[in-house]
Structure formats: C-alpha cells, structure tokens
Antibody
Framework: QVQMVQSGAEVKKPGASVKVSCKTS????????IHWVRQAPGQGLEWMGW????????KYGQKFQGRVTMTWDTSINTAYMEVNSLISDDTAVYYC??????????WGQGTLVTVSS | QSALNQPRSVSGSPGQSVTISCTGT?????????VSWFQHHPGKAPKPIIY???KRPSGVPDRFSGSKSGNTASLTISGLQAEDEADFYC?????????FGTGTKVTVL
C-alpha cells in the first residue's frame, strides 16, 4: 500500500533553516508529482509547491519562491522540503502529498515545525 | 492565487443534510474539473472524500456528494453523523498548482 512517512517534529530559531523529509513506498516514486502543503496554527491549508522526479521539474508558490527548496533522492524514494530564513509565521504542520491525476490522494502524517527564539 | 471562499461554519442535527459552498474564479474552480474536498480532524492528516468534482474514493460513504456550477463547487453531507464533525476544505487545480479553500467547520448539534 502507498505510504508517505515524514520526519519528526523540529524546533528552530528565527533565521535558521529546516529540512523535512518524506519517505514514500508502495508505488513508483518517479511516476507521480509530490506536493507540499502547510497549515499554520488556527489557519487553513496552504499549497507550497511541487516536484516531479520523472522530469526533474519543480514549481513553487509565489509566496515561497526564493526561500523554499524542494528536492528528492530517487535512490531512496524520498522527497525533501527545505525552508530558509525561518520566521515565526513559518510555525506550522507541513505535509507531503502525492498527486494522482489532479487529486491529492495520499498524505504524509505531517511534521510540526516550531520557530521560536 | 487567492484562497477559495468557503463559509466559516455550518451546523446540523444528526440525520440532517448540510451543504458547503466553495467559490473560486474562472481560473480555478470554473476552469477545471479537478475540484477535491478534504475532511480534516485535528491532529490527523486531511482525508480526501471527493475528487474530480463528484467522485468518491473507495471507502468514503455515499452520504458525501460533490457538484459544481460555474465558479462554485459544493459538498453535501446527507444523513449527518456525529463522526462527520470536522473541518472541510475544498481544493482546485489551477493548471500548474493548487489552491485551497478557507475551510469550513462542520458542527453536529
């Protein structure tokens, strides 16, 4: 069965960076887009961007361009999402999600990133 | 890309029906038949309950149904049950990205 297993919670200081991993299994990693979505406390879901390992393509939401980098390692079927220059507003639960034909079908369990001095 | 507009909250008694609207634009909801709905319980990952405007993933009860007219999509929950109490989000493809709705809290009275 398809699984998306994310790395554990992180606590970072303002200005630091954080890298969240998403290990996938149960399907061919390179055949599907993987998106990243976040939810800040008390807020809604927010789309951040995607990777497509098959082509090597990436796309970031305008809000995240220049500060977020999405990468992957096909040898271990794992996607990564790194946020630089963290601010308190980046405190959120971050999710990786598989995209199947225009549908976000399988979600990781979420990774809480807390930015605090 | 602005968030799709949903009512902040809706409520109903067990057995009743509730409908949640999701209003976008001709660049997202109105342009693509890739509207999804997610049920989100606190502390858990969002669960897809509708995709492709009106399709249900395996295992989702047929009490959940979706539709779309123009730039507005809708989710109807028929025969409301206590376990339906959660946050619900719509989501639309935009060609090369996704945009989520503002979220609706469903309360079962």
């Amino acid at each position: 069965q398809v699984q998306m297993v994310q790395s554990g919670a992180e606590v970072k200081k303002p200005g630091a960076s954080v890298k969240v991993s998403c290990k996938t299994s149960g399907y061919t990693f390179t055949d599907y887009y993987i998106h990243w979505v976040r939810q800040a406390p008390g807020q809604g879901l927010e789309w951040m961007g995607w990777i497509y390992p098959h082509s090597g393509g990436t796309k970031y939401g305008q809000k995240f361009q220049g500060r977020v980098t999405m990468t992957w390692d096909t040898s271990i079927n794992t996607a990564y999402m790194e946020v630089n220059s963290l601010i308190s507003d980046d405190t959120a639960v971050y999710y990786c999600v598989r995209d199947w034909s225009g549908t976000l079908d399988y979600w990781g369990q979420g990774t809480l990133v807390t930015v605090s001095s | 890309q602005s968030a799709l507009n949903q009512p902040r909250s809706v409520s109903g008694s067990p057995g009743q029906s509730v409908t949640i609207s999701c209003t976008g634009t001709s660049s997202d909801v109105g342009a693509y038949n890739y509207v999804s709905w997610f049920q989100h319980h606190p502390g858990k990952a969002p669960k897809p309950i509708i995709y492709g405007v009106n399709k249900r993933p395996s295992g989702v009860p047929d009490r959940f149904s979706g539709s779309k007219s123009g730039n507005t999509a809708s989710l109807t929950i028929s025969g409301l049950q206590a376990e339906d109490e959660a946050d619900f989000y719509c989501c639309s493809h935009t060609g090369d990205s996704y945009v989520f709705g503002t979220g609706t809290k469903v309360t079962v009275l």
